[in-house]
């Protein structure tokens, strides 16, 4: 897990640190001489040595940094310093913590309409297997399974506000703001994003569900609990299901790590001034530190849900727990 | 013995599905419109590059016609705002892109992955412990970030090493990037698979009888995985469509003139008020591709699958 | 020479993806402000008569006070979705200047409230008494000071105030913005050309006394000291040269670089929260020490800038504006596809939006550079001008609502420094119609002595942008020049401006920064020598075009301004007949407001609505 990070610290950091783009350059301005972008190099730390600023970065991120601080007007990073964005004027981690939240309401409520729908509709599918319920459940799971994101969310856009005008245009900042400023608002602009992201995600757990809760019928446990006559329900919830959950969770746990990231696409078509618009930002306009800010965060998420995934799986999975 | 014989139950099954078979017949056509298409419209007339000033309007430069400038036969998909080109041709050349990137870039994962996936499960200890760690480690990456991050000074990059610039780089930086960011998944089902083969009597037996390393990993294991690889391939392809859709999305791209399903919906957004089937006709191409090859793929596993229940 | 900031954002009519914000790589680049002055002759390149936008229905009333306005600045202007600089001495951006000018800062001169092209650029006094003396031969200019005049807490604004803003602009912590004043003050140069004085920041006492002695306070009066005669020198007050607290008054509050988020007030309004990026705003509230100065209306209590909006959905909201949005008005431009709506043609709004959008002549000029070291040879840059499809490249951009097809660098509503160059009809020898002479290009790729050559086409990466390269591409290669395009994803003036990546020829656009050719001639034909990042795209130096380099001296230098305007006029002809540059339009630009805004205009100065004189209808 640590080594999995340093890894990727060091990954990140010399992968978008060692291209030709020359940050100096983009905060040179005017009359840009090369002595002064000598100096702009110096006072963004660029003239040191690949592995110092390596160092640099690291160190920033437990104990704070100051850039140049023998230049006037030294910009202070506190701890933990994932760097300074001079093209806004700001800390890396301020813009970080300033997106994540819209992120995460993006991610949560994402969360929830997709993995009641998908397990929802898994079991019924499985429930109803071979009719009509099931068919139709497994088509639409592969039409929305089969619809690239970006479709989606420009098919809602286009018929719910565009032409049926059901909901306003998106507001980024009520969602900025969260869901308790101004709740009409919050709700109005995160539900067709919230679609996107359930349609997208639930199509794939329709079917991950409804293939697990076959296999566990077929499981030993299962029809010894059926054949001591407990209710059908008690049957799928407790038994089959509690046992199919583990994939589930599994795949829950990563699909939530990525989101939480940014979900680039989403947040693009939608104008949310989460994870992803930052990032892609910062792509756009080369800023540097942001994007290795960023990088490196979306990373952390992705290999601390893994953990979290392990150590649910030996909780939910009564085998796993027994062996 | 036993390939042979699944080979025959698999082939028989998909025989029996008509919405496979109805799929296999539309990927056929798409590849042979991909193929042929382009060289079939230019000689009847229909160019992608051509500009059709009269077909647009000197006033904001809109199609002159209503539906998007719709006219038989002369556009029968209609024509791009501001400039007039073909949308019909536009729509094929695209294609044409969009299916050499996901194909090249699936060969290329199935190959990697494949590869890695079988010397980690069968050399074992170190080095399945480093390849392991490397897969967790691409896997860490926030992929479409990368890709965007990536693109321009890759694209230099390769040029610079001697891939003829513009679209022929663009085009192998994509299929690049999807194969570098996409074999441990295949890796990872293939290792596992390779883990229970290695018990196995017949490849114990080749052990036995002395045989080398690389006959018993590719001559022995290799025709035994091949279902789950097939399976791995029908799947990633449309995702490779649907990620090069949104590449091309997001920005990264072909250079113009050229165009593809991404880009023509990027493009699609400035207009769809006005002209909605700037929206419909190039995203239902694309739902039609990769729902095809979702469906087939659907067919291929469950007709693959020993335990499947008809 | 002017850095690298006067330029024309190149993200406009409908050039970015909607919906689809910050994700195509927009150009997000410096926008010129300009002021166009008096006089438009309409010419045979513009054959349609500007309309003056006059204010109408919704305009007329009586101005009231209080209410909050709103401004909805879409991701697809140059500020993409945060203020690039709020520091007086940053900001360069026309639309930029005409919002802080009106609310938070205050210049020396500025101009005149008003929809009328010569009105609207004739420059009145604002925090001076006049706008300024010039000593005899026009090398010292002095302004006195209003009285009265406070900061945001009540602290006099003083003359050091605006004498310390002149000294910032030498620093390099201050990037960005005009630098005229660097070239302008009269303080010794090193051999390089740069100057002895480093800025306030890191002055030692001897370099500071070499700017005190070029900038001088005598109680309110102000005089600035020039290394040569400047006779609009009261112009460029106008720009740049907002006062910042100096230090010894108020020690702390100039915080460099930082400055540009949290900028003091000496204007009607001061900022109470500012959150930059998508979702975020700027509030800006009334000013407590400020008093009414006759110049600005300041009529909203309050004005909330919205950052970070999406152009397809700030036309859809201000179309049929509900809520809020109708005290709301567009920063930045009506998207194409919507344009049909909203106007009846390129110069009227149509009925349903009277009053509340405009179609007018902004300041800028579209055109194309030719890099003359890497395409010398004359005859071949000739082929490429004349063989351009102005047409279809027009029509992709949005036709007429894009603009009239130019002739030359400098745009008629400069005023006496504009004169047609003749280029569609004579310049070339034969009429050059708007989609292009091929045969006239074949031949003098026949007369040049050499092949046409393989060029590379640099374009700022957009939609629009892909269109017009394609147009560009093919067109040339009809006439047998091979053509590769390379868009630039972001950032794209930087790119051109720096000499090791611009290839040989690519797109820009300019607005003069006041009403002189001096701020459009030498800043976009010379200056690449001087400094690595100038605006000079094409590269002309003493060595490629000596004659022309000297005739260019010869007119910034010149004290008669009739005399001068012949010599612009003169060198404007030649650039264009020699192919320094291909002109494309003199450009319009579309936007459109709520319905409950008063004083709607567009304000010639900047090309801008005019920030102090609107009002909330209540």
Known sequence: ?323 | MVGRSLREIVWARLRRDRVALICFAILVVMYLLAIVGPYLLNALGYDPYTFDRAAISNSGGQPVLPNGGIEFPKHPLGVEWGTGRDIMAQLLSGLRISLIVSTSATILTVLIGTVVGIVAGYAGGWTDQILGRLMDLVLAFPFLLIVLALSGVMTDRLTAMGVPEGNTSRVLYLILVMSLFGWPYLARIVRGQVLSLREREFVEAAVAMGAGTPRILFGEMLPNLWAPILVYTTLTLPSYIGLEAALSFLGVGVLPPDTTFGAMLANSVSYFQVVPLYLFIPGGMLVLLVVSFNLLGDSLRDALDPKAIH | MAGPSLRLRVVSLGATAALLVGACGQATTTTSPSAAAATASPSAATSATPSSAAPSASAAGTPQKGGTAYVLMTTATSNGDKFTDMDPQRIYIGEDIAFFSATIMRTLTQYKYSADLKEGTSLVADAATDTGTPNADGTSWSFTLKDGMKWQDGSPVKCEDFAYAASRPFSDVIVNGPTYIVNDLKIPTNADGTSQYPGPYKATPEQQALFDKAVTCDGNKITYNLSKPVPDFNYTVTLGLGAVPNPKDHPGVDTGEQYTTNPWSDGPYMIDSYTPGKGGSLTLVRNPNWTDDGYRGAYPDKWVVQLGLDPQVVDGRLMQPNGDDVYALEYGNVQTQNLSKVFSDAHTAAPAFAGRAFSDYDPYVRYWWINLDKVPNVKIRQAMAVAIDRDSIRAAAGGDFYGDFADGLIKPNIGQDYAPTGWATDLFGQPIPPGGNLDLAKQLIKDSGQAAPTLTFDYGKSPTGDQIAAIVQSSLQKVGFTIKLNPVDSGYYGYIGDPAKQHDFGASGWGPDWPNASTVIPPLLFGAGKTNNASDYSRVTAANSPEFVKAMEDAGTTLDRAQQAAKWQALNKQAAQQAFIIPNVFSLSQVIAGTKLGNLYKWPAYGSWPYAQIYVMQ
């Open chain 1, 1 to 323: 897990m640590v080594g999995l990070l340093f890894l990727l610290s060091l990954a990140v950091f010399f992968l978008f640190n060692l291209l030709p783009f020359d940050p100096a350059r983009l905060t040179c301005g005017k009359v840009c001489t090369p002595q002064l972008l000598e100096q702009n190099r110096h006072r963004l730390g660029l003239d040191l040595p690949p592995w110092d600023q390596y160092l640099a970065f690291v160190r920033g991120i437990f104990f704070g940094r100051i850039y140049a601080p023998d230049q006037p007007f030294p910009i202070v990073c506190h701890a933990p310093c994932l760097g300074y964005s001079f093209l806004r004027h700001a800390e890396v981690t301020t813009l970080i913590a300033r997106a994540l939240p819209v992120t995460l309401w993006l991610t949560l409520g994402g969360f929830i309409v997709w993995i009641t729908f998908g397990v929802v509709g898994g079991i019924v599918a499985a429930l109803r297997r071979g009719r009509w319920q099931d068919r139709v459940l497994m088509t639409v799971a592969l039409f929305g399974y089969s619809m690239p994101s970006f479709f989606i969310g420009l098919l809602l856009i286009f018929f719910v506000i565009l032409q049926l005008q059901w909901l306003p245009f998106p507001s980024a900042s009520a969602v900025q703001a969260g869901p308790f400023a101004n709740p009409v608002k919050f709700f109005q602009t995160m539900i067709l994003p919230w679609l996107v992201i359930a349609i997208l995600n639930a199509a794939f757990y329709v079917r991950l569900t409804r293939n697990q809760v076959l296999e566990t019928f077929g499981e030993d446990y299962v029809r010894t609990a059926r054949a001591k006559g407990l209710p059908e329900r008690t049957v799928v919830v407790k038994h089959a299901l509690r046992a199919g959950l583990t994939p589930i969770v599994t795949a829950a746990g990563l699909d939530i790590a990525y989101l939480m990231g940014g979900a680039i696409i989403t947040e693009s078509i939608f104008s949310l001034p989460g994870m992803g618009s930052l990032s892609v930002n910062a792509v756009t306009n080369y800023d540097l530190p942001l994007i290795t800010g960023v990088v490196l965060v979306a990373g952390i998420f992705i290999i601390a849900m893994n953990l979290i995934v392990d150590l649910l799986y030996g909780f939910l999975d009564p085998r796993v727990r027994i062996g």
